[in-house]
Nanobody, 115 residues
């Protein structure tokens, strides 16, 4: 079993920055993909950014140039640096990890961007 622990959410003013972290622990042989989704109130969960084992990254268009995803394979941790935050970035951010052929989700961390 794999556990994901997220941290770094909070309240920030528009234009500010936050860095989210997600550490995976447990019985892990190999992690392929790590990434972040988010879900705003009344909306569907959407992909924010993903990084695969080759360090290839992909972002949703609305965060390109503002968010940067990275990973530390030695620590089984994925990060997302979020700059120039906008009120529309307000959501619960969920970490997800594909490890040993299975998908795992974090419990989510709330990011609130005030205008």
């Amino acid at each position: 079993q794999v556990q994901l622990v997220e941290s770094g959410g909070g309240l920030v003013q528009a234009g500010g920055s936050l860095r989210l972290s997600c550490a995976a622990s447990g019985s892990i042989f190999s992690i392929n993909t790590m990434g972040w989704f988010r879900q705003a109130p009344g909306k569907q969960r959407e992909l924010v950014a993903v990084i695969i084992s080759s360090d290839s990254t992909n972002y949703r268009d609305s965060v390109k140039g503002r968010f940067t995803i990275s990973r530390d394979n030695a620590k089984n941790t994925v990060y997302v640096q979020m700059n120039s935050l906008k009120p529309e970035d307000t959501a619960v951010y969920y970490c997800y990890v594909v490890a040993d052929g299975r998908v795992y989700w974090g419990k989510g961390t709330l990011v609130t961007v005030s205008s």
